[in-house]
């Protein structure tokens, strides 16, 4: 049972990226899903969350208009498109899925920290290097 994350790299300022990250074990059709990000020497942070109906995604504030979460239950699998790419979105980044939190607002998945440390299944983490 896992969640295997794919799809990071190198990329230049104005880039994209499309991460994916595929469940095993589970059909992710059931459970909130969310993207994290942890640049070096920084915290983790939500990016981008949303509840098994995926209705509402929350997206904070830096990446609005720019990156989309998504999911396709067919091949139970999770992305988060990334354009417009910045520097400042270099980081690792983690998607993880939750059971219980499946139908609270993407915004609470996100942004409550005590949550954050009892999600279900964390992928291992994709770096996203983009240059200047």
């Known amino acids: 049972v896992q969640l295997q994350a794919s799809g990071g790299g190198l990329v230049q300022t104005g880039g994209s990226l499309r991460l994916s990250c595929t469940a095993s074990g589970f059909t992710l059709d059931d459970y909130a899903i969310g993207w994290f990000r942890q640049a070096p020497g920084k915290e983790r942070e939500g990016v981008a969350c949303v509840s098994a109906s995926d209705h509402n995604p929350y997206y904070r504030e830096s990446v609005k208009g720019r990156f989309t979460i998504s999911r396709d239950n067919a091949n139970n699998t999770m992305y988060l498109q990334m354009n417009n790419l910045k520097p400042e979105d270099t980081a690792v980044y983690y998607c993880?899925?939750?059971?219980?939190?499946?139908?609270?607002?993407?915004?609470?998945?996100?942004?409550?920290?005590?949550?954050?440390?009892?999600?279900?299944?964390w992928g291992k983490g994709t770096l996203v290097t983009v240059s200047s």
């Open positions: 993880s899925a939750d059971h219980h939190l499946r139908g609270i607002l993407g915004s609470y998945y996100c942004t409550d920290i005590s949550a954050r440390k009892d999600l279900d299944y």
